[in-house]
């Protein structure tokens, strides 16, 4: 199937690892032009030049940006420079790294803050940031696409995570409303949620609740493999496959979707 994708640009936030790095690359495998961001510029210039050899690019198809997206101003000036850069932008990919684990009693009123900085007023601040290119660029080439990256834990929340579950729900509520107005300019708006998949986050996840639990990091794991009807973890390149269809031209008619890439871990029937 070909996607469509050849020369479309995308903006891929939180890029220069694990399941951002992997949608950067699964749009730049399809003939994307990506621009790609993080909070640090050798980082995310590593990530750039490991995709850009990766997939045997030519120079200027991969373009490497700071940008912390709890800052606004930053927002606006990496989302500016891509478009400015590429000459358009048809695709935003929404994503950051995940708050920390914990109970109700764990945080304090300036770590929800953050928490809901990082995972829910960074989505809003990319899509406001990103609409006027990306209206343009659904006026010009017939349609744009909105992919925000959540979790599971949206649909069915996981006990020790608090902070993501409540920012993602956040999410949620902002991608339906958005999907909804933007409808009629061409614009798909659609939510991916991540089950376990291996990345730096999910090292994270399994030390946390290693110090929680004392069980062994190999036990953990295997509680979550056995949590979804695959029986195993998910790898980067299955979430970002997905990534690639729904952001395609021939995603067309699928809006206002919340789509789990999580081996069957969500038990609801719909
Ligand atoms: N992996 C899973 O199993 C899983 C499951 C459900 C949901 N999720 C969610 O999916 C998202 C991505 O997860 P992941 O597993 O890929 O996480 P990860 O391995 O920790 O990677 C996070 C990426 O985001 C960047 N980043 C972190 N904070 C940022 C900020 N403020 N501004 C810009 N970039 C930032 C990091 O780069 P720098 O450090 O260079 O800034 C890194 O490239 C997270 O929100 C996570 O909670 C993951």
């Known amino acids: 199937?070909?996607?469509?994708?050849?020369?479309?640009?995308?903006?891929?936030?939180g890029a220069s690892s694990g399941l951002g790095y992997a949608a950067a690359a699964a749009l730049a495998r399809e003939g994307c032009r990506v621009a790609l961001c993080s909070r640090d510029a050798d980082r995310i210039e590593a990530a750039a030049d490991r995709l850009a050899a990766a997939?045997?690019?030519?120079?200027?198809r991969v373009l490497p940006l700071?940008?912390?997206v709890r800052d606004e101003a930053a927002?606006?000036?990496?989302?500016g420079e891509a478009a400015r850069r590429f000459g358009a932008l048809h695709i935003l990919v929404t994503n950051a790294g995940g708050?920390?684990?914990?109970?109700?009693?764990d945080f304090d009123a300036q770590q929800w803050r953050e928490a809901l900085e990082l995972n829910l007023m960074s989505t809003i601040n990319l899509c406001r940031h990103a609409l006027p290119h990306l209206r343009a660029a659904a006026r010009s080439a017939g349609h744009a696409r909105v992919l925000m990256v959540t979790s599971v834990s949206a649909k069915q929340p996981i006990p020790s995570l608090y902070l993501s579950n409540t920012a993602r729900a956040g999410v949620q509520g902002f991608a339906k409303s958005l999907a909804e107005e933007l409808g009629l300019e061409g614009i798909t708006v659609n939510t991916i949620l991540p089950g376990y998949t291996?990345?730096?986050r999910l090292k994270d996840l399994a030390r946390a609740m290693q110090e929680r639990t004392g069980q062994s990091v190999e036990a953990i794991e295997a509680g979550w493999?056995?949590?979804?009807?695959?029986?195993?973890?998910?790898?980067?390149?299955?979430?970002?496959?997905?990534?690639?269809?729904?952001a395609s031209a021939r995603a067309s008619y699928i809006t206002g979707v919340a789509l789990p890439v999580d081996g069957g871990a969500?038990?609801?029937l719909l």
């Open 99 to 105: 708050p920390p684990s914990g109970f109700i009693g």
């Open 66 to 68: 700071v940008c912390d």
């Open 225 to 246: 493999a056995a949590g979804n009807a695959l029986k195993r973890i998910g790898d980067p390149q299955e979430f970002a496959d997905a990534v690639a269809f729904l």
């Open 55 to 60: 997939l045997d690019l030519e120079d200027g």
């Open 1 to 13: 199937m070909d996607l469509g994708l050849t020369d479309r640009v995308a903006f891929v936030a």
């Open 198 to 200: 291996r990345t730096e």
């Open 75 to 79: 927002i606006e000036r990496a989302i």
């Open 266 to 268: 969500v038990k609801h």
